[in-house]
Structure formats: structure tokens, C-alpha cells
């Protein structure tokens, strides 16, 4: 019933025409001289999978008639296969519903009618806004898709309030019949859904005011296309809404994802194909999952699909039920954001259509909600880090004793005083790459009112949060969890803050004072900073001001980074943040007084104990650069506990984004001294380091010799 196909399309080596304008894929497919797509209807494809066999891929059948039997035996058995349906696949193909074959049959004969209307005859229907009643177009959302779809549609919302296009003639009363039995099905089969998940049978019906549900009667035409291989009918998404109910003629198309491979769906004839969407997933708090489908196109025939999406009610506010969250029974907290489904309707279809990117909107994605949730006593499994990566701190303090410069002397009148600070910052960079700052001159009380506006920051609310996502390495402002957010391969228990506050200041407006606060602080350890290169200068044998101007500090980068580190139930299977080196010349930290900062030395790891009111100072790949080698960036990582939240503080310090950074030139000798590293732009290298996976020295080793 079931056979797997590849991933995405493949692709073919012709070089395809760029279609003149936008125009319906009916007429396209129907010019005579098409003999390839235009560039713009090409889909991006990756190597093909091998086929499967395994029986186990078969899509679910449930027989509507034993689900509304009087047999309390029979129904109880397909609740269960139902609910099993939903929770294994999304997806289930449902045979005996009661709706004739020649009700389905007429209404796609007439779809079929509407698509043969003139272009001008179509136009009637255009609509602009997502929530227009009629829309009938091209593509998905032909205003924003950067690639077309082979797909022309028909969108018609048809409940509360029926809508439908006048023509072609008897189209909208077979349409009023076929969307009112559809309706009175999916509800039908929400009842069972309700009845899986251990609610009463009328929960779904009731919390989400079905009485005045959302329901869109959506026709689909895929005509054929000269290069199927390389176009797409609809790309991978998931629906919005509860249940979708397709039917179709008789040419396959859809495309599921199961068990992370596309599985082709070969319908039972006069059967409806039915997947869960987006806010059953939300209601049943993750238990069902909606499901990825798609659709792919011929080069044969036309294919026509209906599919009928029902919802809630558009003003019905969405969350996980309360009765599967955080009970005798559910020992699992809330991982969806309550969300208006209008509003999530709105979203969804204004947007490019891209996986589950809506649903991952309303996730609560913050490893601060995660902590706080109650019951929480394992963590999932997406945050089990290598257990052979999370090595032991080294515990000979004498051994590993980590170097501690005072500023004050640095600055000193003091001659002596100074040559003896430089010759110990030199070591200290060389032997360590890191070392504690005492006596820096940034008040205490600064430090502290800023880890406060930190905490309150973090304490804001998820919507609030929102606001300051950020998705580009170059955002100003990027607030999240982990590392590049979800798509992490494995998550790391840490929620952030990023702001770029040099060469220009910027700043979240929430809460009040944080940002100026955050400017104050930013400015003296610039300063700071600048202070301590110059003595770095002098060490590596260069003028005193050689870095400041070669690396052109004046529009130095300078990024300010909050880390939040929750207390987690499991530490000894998730990190803070991995073995790393930083980007820069030198990063400050500081911290609330919970430890969990380690730094690699002589290959072991070792605890940094910060003195109080004392930075703690590493030196970043583009140090290492400038000196080739001479002093090497530090990998540290972070580590949790299980007590208490720990807050830290970096600050870290860059050249001017366009400076082009290699070893510097006194440092390079052809035969004794090459030059060990590429030069490279800053701004480049940090878009490579902030866009991959974080790994040691993983973009340092990028640019070696």
C-alpha cells in the first residue's frame, strides 16, 4: 500500500527558460511549444533515497462504520486504532464514511469545470487578503514564493458561512452538500480523537466551538508537466487546523513523511485520506504530531485534489488541553503557546509555506520554560548530549592554577610595574589563552544591575521574547535557546541574548533601564579592552597602538551575549555550551556567583572559581591569527548543575566587521616563521562560525595554512 520515494525531487541536468510573467500553470501546461519548465517553477532537489518494503509502512485504514456502531466492542477497537493512527503516522485513510462516490465524483467533475474557465472568467475570483472568502490563483502564495508551484487552487471558506463561486453552473449547490457531510464526518471522527487522547467525547467539540468551525474547501489542479522531476506540486508543509480530508481523481500525487522518508499514498478507491494538523498537535499537547505531506506532479495526466480543512473557530484561542498537562496521568508540562487560531491562520497563510515553520512559532521552545515546568525530572531526549564528550574537571588547583592580571598595574605610572604586568599578560595569553582581571575599575555595582536587567530579561514573558527573535547572524538583536535555535541537531540547555552594540548601539526596550545600563557597561569594557591589547601589543614586540589601528578598533565589533543556564534535572547529560573557541581578539565574562565555566588546558578541563568582582578574560581565534600562533584562542564550554541558575555575561571584541585579518606581517618569517593561518575578512569569518555547528576550533582550522 505504501512505497517510499526519494526525499526531494531529482534534478535534471537541463537548463530551463525563466517564464515572462506569472500566469495560471494551466495555461503554461498547455502551450503548445513547453518542453521544459521555466527556471522559476525549478525546486531544489537532493540524491535519491533507496526504495522500502518493510510491511510495517502501511498507512492505516479506519472503517468509519464500526466508529459510529452500536457495537460498544467494535467502537472501542478502532478509537484505539484511530488514536494509534494519529499518534504513529498523522495520517489515516478512512473507507465505508458514508459519503457517496457519486457526490465526491461530481463535485471534482466540477472543480475540473472551474479550472477549464477562461483566465478573465477566473480573475472574478482573484481575492488579495488570506482571509477573503473566494481566492483562486496559482503557486501557494504567488506574492512572496521565490519558487512556483505546478499547482493551480481554489480556496473557499464555506463554514460559519458558506461562500462559493457562481460558476460553472450547479458547482456551489454540489459543493454546500459535499462540504456539509464532510463536516458532520470530521466531527464524527473528532469524537474519537477526543475519546483517544482520554477526554470526554464531545472535548474537542465543545473547547473549540465546532458549532462555529473554520472550514475551507480547497480544489487543487496539477496539470502535466514536462519535467516533473523538477517541480513541485506543493512542498513540504503541515496543515493548520484539526483534521484535513482529501479526496481526489484517480492520479496519485501525495506525498507523506513517515519514520523521516516520503511515503507515496495509493488511495483505496472511493476513500478519504485524512491527516492530522497543526492545532491537534497543539490540543493534544505534542501526543499526535501533525503530519509533513506534498505533492508531486506527472507528466501524464491531470490531477485534481479536494481537500477540505477544518479548524476550530477563528476567535477560539488554542492550547494544550489542561487535562493532558501536568496531572496524576501526564507528567509533562505545556509545549505550546496558547495562540488565536485566526491569527495562527493569518500567519501561516501570508508567509512562504516551509515545513512546520508556523508550528515551531507557538512552540515553548526556551529551556527556561522547559526548567520551570513542573514534574520535570529527565530531560528530553533532544538535550542528551555525548556522555563522552562531558569530561570531568581537572581537581589539582596547583596544577592548574589560572593566571590573574591587575589591571591597575597595566595602567600604572609605574614603568616597572607595567613591563612586569606586560611580560605576565604575554605568558598568560601564550601558556593559558585566558586568565582572571582584578582591579579593572568597572564598579561593582554596574556588574550587578546589569546581571539583574539580565535576569529580568530572561523572566519576560515568551511573547515578549518574540519580539527580539532575530533569525540572521547579522540581526542586531537575537534572543533564543541553544545554539542556532531548534533546528540544532542536539540542543543545549542554555536560553540567550545577543546584541551587536558596536560599532553602532543597539538594544531590546525591554525591561526598563536594561538598555542603559547594558550602553555604560559596553563602553568601559571597550575601554578595558583597548587597555589590555595595547599591553598585548607591546608583549608581541609591536608599537603599543599597533592592533587598535591595524585591526581598526575605532569601528571595532563588539558583541554583548546573555546566557541564561537553568537548573536542570539531569547535568551529568547536557551542556551549557560545547567545546569552543571564541570569534575576536578577547571576550570578558562575568557571572552571577554560580559557577560552570571550564576551560581546556594541557588537555584536561578545569573549573574557572572567578574571584569576586574579577573578569575573566580569554583570547579569541583572531589573536591567534594576528600573533600566527603565538597565542592560542582558548576552548572552553559550559557546563549545568541541577541547584541553581546561572547567569553569565560575554562581552566579546572584534575588529571593524570589513577588516581583512591574517598574521601579521613582523610576526612572519618564509623560512623560519611562515604564515600558519589564511587571511580572511572578519565579517566573513563570522558568518561561517555563527552559521554552523559550534566545535572546538571547527572555523579556526578552516583558515589554517
Not at 568597572?442 to 550587578?448: A, F, G, M, T
Request: charged fraction near 20%.
Amino acid at each position: 500500500m505504501a512505497t517510499i520515494t526519494p526525499l526531494v525531487p531529482q534534478l535534471s541536468p537541463k537548463t530551463p527558460l525563466h517564464a515572462p510573467k506569472l500566469t495560471c500553470v494551466k495555461s503554461l501546461a498547455a502551450s503548445a511549444d513547453l518542453t521544459s519548465i521555466p527556471s522559476n517553477y525549478t525546486y531544489s532537489a537532493s540524491p535519491i533515497e533507496p526504495a522500502a518494503s518493510d510491511p510495517e509502512d502501511s498507512i492505516p485504514v479506519i472503517d468509519f462504520s464500526l466508529l459510529t456502531s452500536g457495537d460498544p466492542d467494535q467502537r472501542s477497537k478502532i478509537i484505539q486504532d484511530l488514536g494509534k493512527a494519529c499518534k504513529d503516522w498523522g495520517f489515516f485513510m478512512v473507507i465505508n464514511h458514508g459519503v457517496s462516490k457519486s457526490l465526491m465524483k461530481a463535485v471534482i467533475e466540477a472543480s475540473n469545470d472551474f479550472f477549464n474557465l477562461t483566465e478573465e472568467e477566473k480573475q472574478e475570483f482573484d481575492g488579495k487578503h488570506v482571509m477573503d472568502p473566494i481566492r483562486c490563483g496559482t503557486s501557494y502564495n504567488a506574492r512572496l514564493d521565490k519558487v512556483f508551484f505546478w499547482r493551480d487552487f481554489l480556496k473557499v471558506v464555506v463554514h460559519p458561512e458558506f461562500n462559493f463561486p457562481d460558476k460553472p453552473t450547479g458547482f456551489s449547490e454540489l459543493a454546500l452538500e459535499y462540504c456539509k457531510r464532510t463536516r458532520e464526518l470530521a466531527r464524527e471522527l473528532l469524537k474519537g480523537v477526543s475519546k483517544s487522547l482520554g477526554l470526554e467525547e464531545c472535548y474537542i467539540e465543545k473547547t473549540l466551538d465546532l458549532d462555529s468551525s473554520l472550514q475551507i474547501f480547497v480544489a487543487n489542479l496539477y496539470p502535466p508537466c514536462p519535467q516533473p522531476e523538477l517541480a513541485m506540486g506543493m512542498p513540504p508543509h503541515s496543515d493548520h487546523g484539526l483534521l484535513s480530508l482529501l479526496a481526489q481523481n484517480e492520479i496519485g500525487g501525495l506525498q507523506l513523511q513517515h519514520n523521516g522518508k516520503w511515503v507515496n499514498v495509493n488511495a483505496i478507491p472511493n476513500s478519504f485520506l485524512v491527516n492530522t494538523g497543526d492545532h491537534l498537535e497543539i490540543l493534544s499537547n505534542g501526543k499526535y504530531k501533525s503530519i509533513l505531506h506534498r505533492a508531486v506532479v506527472n507528466n501524464k495526466v491531470t490531477r485534481i485534489s479536494l481537500a477540505i480543512a477544518n479548524g476550530p473557530s477563528l476567535d477560539t484561542i488554542v492550547s494544550p488541553a489542561p487535562e493532558l498537562v501536568n496531572n496524576e496521568s501526564h507528567q509533562t508540562q505545556a509545549t505550546y503557546i496558547p495562540m488565536k487560531y485566526k491569527e495562527y491562520l493569518e500567519f501561516q497563510q501570508s508567509n512562504v509555506l516551509d515545513g512546520k515553520s508556523c508550528l515551531d512559532r507557538v512552540k515553548l521552545t526556551l529551556v527556561k520554560s522547559l526548567a520551570e515546568s513542573g514534574g520535570l525530572t529527565s530531560i528530553p531526549s533532544d538535550y542528551a548530549y555525548s556522555t563522552n564528550s562531558i569530561q570531568p574537571a581537572a581537581s589539582d588547583p596547583e596544577e592548574h592554577s589560572i593566571p590573574v592580571i591587575d589591571f591597575s598595574m597595566l595602567t600604572s605610572g609605574d614603568l616597572d610595574q607595567r613591563s612586569k604586568m606586560i611580560q605576565d599578560l604575554g605568558r598568560a595569553c601564550e601558556d593559558w589563552g585566558g586568565f582572571m582581571l582584578i582591579n579593572h575599575g568597572v564598579p561593582e555595582s554596574l556588574v550587578k544591575a546589569v546581571m539583574e536587567s539580565c535576569k529580568e530579561f530572561f523572566n519576560l514573558t515568551e511573547e515578549e521574547k518574540r519580539e527580539f527573535e532575530g533569525k540572521h547572524v547579522f540581526d542586531p538583536i537575537k534572543c533564543g535557546t541553544s545554539l542556532h535555535g531548534r533546528q540544532d541537531k542536539v540542543l543545549v540547555w542554555r536560553d540567550f541574548l545577543k546584541v551587536i552594540v558596536h560599532p553602532e548601539f543597539r538594544f531590546p526596550h525591554k525591561p526598563a533601564g536594561f538598555s542603559e545600563l547594558a550602553l555604560e557597561f559596553c563602553q568601559k569594557t571597550r575601554k578595558l579592552v583597548r587597555e589590555l591589547l595595547k599591553g598585548i601589543s607591546e608583549n608581541l614586540g609591536f608599537e603599543e597602538c599597533y592592533i587598535e589601528k591595524t585591526l581598526d578598533l575605532d569601528s571595532g565589533f563588539q558583541l554583548f551575549a546573555a546566557n541564561l543556564y537553568p537548573p536542570c534535572p539531569q547535568p551529568e547529560l547536557t551542556i551549557g555550551i560545547p567545546p569552543h573557541s571564541d570569534h575576536g581578539l578577547l571576550t570578558i565574562l562575568g557571572q552571577n556567583e554560580i559557577g560552570g565555566l571550564q576551560v581546556q588546558h594541557n588537555e584536561k578541563w578545569v573549573d574557572v572559581n572567578i574571584l569576586p568582582n574579577s573578569f575573566f578574560i580569554n583570547t579569541g581565534d583572531h589573536l591567534e591569527i594576528l600573533s600566527n600562533g603565538k597565542y592560542k584562542s582558548l576552548v572552553h564550554q559550559a557546563v549545568v548543575n541541577n541547584k541553581a541558575t546561572r547567569i553569565s555575561l560575554a562581552i566579546a571584541n572584534g575588529p571593524s566587521l570589513d577588516t581583512i585579518v591574517g598574521p601579521a606581517a613582523e610576526l612572519v618569517n618564509n623560512e623560519s616563521h611562515p604564515a600558519a593561518y589564511i587571511p580572511m575578512k572578519f565579517k566573513e569569518y563570522l558568518e561561517l562560525q555563527q552559521s554552523n555547528p559550534l566545535g572546538s576550533k571547527t572555523s579556526l582550522d578552516r583558515v589554517r595554512v
